[in-house]
């Protein structure tokens, strides 16, 4: 069983950075593939950004170059550096972690990009 806590969300202006952390209890995220998914006001749930337990990245081709998603083990969190944000950045922010029939989720974290 793995406990998930999203934080770090906010408002932030075009062109502003935030740094989201998720927080696991009950089992470490080491073993886990983890990902970020974003749902913003009317539109389905999307995949953002992952890191597998072995450590290899991937991001969604419309924050490549703007968000980092790294693990620190340590503090058992994973986190989403997230730079130049842009208004359609927008959403409510999900942590989930995944090993095989095992799927947990965050309660979202919400981040509003406007000026």
């Known amino acids: 069983q793995v406990q998930l806590v999203e934080s770090g969300g906010g408002l932030v202006q075009p062109g502003g950075s935030l740094r989201l952390s998720c927080a696991a209890s009950g089992s470490p995220l080491s073993t886990y593939i983890t990902r970020w998914y974003r749902q913003a006001v009317g539109k389905q749930r999307e995949l953002v950004s992952s890191i597998s337990a072995a450590g290899s990245t991937s991001y969604v081709r419309s924050v490549e170059g703007r968000f980092t998603i790294s693990r620190e083990n340590a503090k058992n969190t994973v986190y989403l550096q997230m730079n130049s944000l842009k208004p359609e950045d927008t959403a409510v922010y999900y942590c989930?972690?995944?090993?095989?029939?095992?799927?947990?989720w965050g309660q979202g974290t919400q981040v509003t990009v406007s000026s």
């Open positions: 989930n972690a995944v090993k095989a029939a095992m799927n947990y």
